[in-house]
């Protein structure tokens, strides 16, 4: 009978031990995992998202839907939370955060322009009216041979790499002091701008004082009077309430701006590649789906406005007239920038 008593007690503790081995938790981890390791496929790979845009902005709504494509395709191996509209503080802390192995930001979206405080390597696309249309940038961003050598080096430089662009609309101008729809009507105006020196250097020779500071800091600044005026696109500076606190815009399109879409790369090879290649296809799929929704807005955005500001629309003349203005940057360009090949990139711009 105890030979019997024994044999039941050991295949009970054996069940138990089974039991207690098959039933799955889920433990935080390091470098946003959670979950168990084992082969990795119950593995839940949390990301943290940073954009510097307002809730109803394309760019916003895109980043959610990428976060729901992750989900869906990976079967919610991919868990994406998006916080817009500075919400995790200044993107340049954001993007630091991207830099390190185990930052606490692992994506997130800015303008191109706003990338040249990290890397001198998108300098060119900040050059006034580089671009012709909309068209020719999105051509150009997804295909050409120039940017894509730009994404390697740039991830060497940063350890971050580059999932795509999202449209930030053609730049325009607003202020609070006048109509503008010649470069004359730029002068003296206090305008904020990106962290740039490009940028900078483009509204110096159209007679304004630009002022740099971070998009996080801009509504105030307008609000208080510290600056009189800044260089978004339609849709943003409606989205972020521009026009509450300024009363002139102007069509500018100095720049067919782009935003890009980064991971942090020890984070991306963290992930199995199978993942990976989720992460890559969503990201392809939101830009897509982004572009056209900022092309649907733009005309309903630039009626809304009209109700509020007073809305300069420039002739090709007198947008000639700007870009004449600003032939004098492409000249400091080439003696600043010596290391890129400006005349090879505008040529290679122009074949698309």
């Excluded at 340049?92 to 994506?107: A, I, Y």
Aim: net charge negative; hydrophobic share 40%; glycine share 6%.
């Amino acid at each position: 009978m105890k030979k019997v008593l024994a044999l039941v007690l050991s295949l009970v503790m054996v069940l138990a031990m089974a039991a207690c081995g098959a039933k799955q938790t889920e433990q935080p981890q390091q470098g946003g995992q959670s979950g168990q390791s084992g082969s990795g496929d119950n593995t839940v790979y949390k990301i943290t998202y940073a954009n510097t845009v307002a809730d109803a902005n394309p760019q916003a709504i895109n980043a959610k839907y990428m976060a729901d494509r992750m989900r869906e395709l990976s079967g919610g191996r991919l868990e994406m939370t998006v916080f817009n509209n500075n919400k995790l503080g200044a993107f340049s802390d954001c993007f630091q955060q991207m830099q390190l192995p185990n930052g606490t930001v692992q994506m997130g979206d800015v303008s191109s322009a706003s990338v040249t405080q990290f890397s001198d390597l998108y300098t060119p696309f900040a050059l006034p009216f580089l671009f012709s249309s909309k068209e020719q940038s999105f051509n150009y961003f997804d295909n050409g041979e120039t940017v894509k050598n730009i994404e390697q080096e740039f991830l060497k430089a940063t350890n971050v790499r580059v999932l795509g662009y999202f449209y930030n609309d053609a730049r325009a101008l607003t202020n609070s002091k006048k109509a503008v729809s010649t470069p004359a009507d730029c002068a003296g105006l206090k305008l904020r701008v990106m962290t740039s020196d490009v940028y900078i250097k483009t509204f110096e020779s159209l007679g304004a004082a630009p002022v740099s500071m971070q998009f996080s800091e801009l509504f105030s600044a307008l609000q208080q009077g510290a600056v009189d005026g800044q260089d978004n696109g339609l849709i943003l500076s409606m989205d972020s309430k521009f026009n509450e606190v300024q009363g002139y815009y102007t069509d500018l399109g100095h720049v067919q701006d782009t935003s890009v879409i980064f991971i942090s790369e020890a984070f991306y090879q963290s992930l199995p590649e199978d993942l990976q290649k989720i992460v890559v296809q969503a990201a392809q799929e939101a830009v897509a789906k982004e572009r056209q929704d900022y092309a649907d807005k733009l005309d309903s955005y630039l009626e809304e406005m009209k109700k509020t500001m007073d809305v300069t629309i420039l002739t090709d003349a007198q947008r000639a007239a700007f870009k004449d203005a600003c032939a004098p940057v492409y000249d400091w360009y080439r003696t600043q920038y010596p290391q890129y090949d400006l005349d090879a990139i505008m040529a290679e711009i122009a074949k698309y």
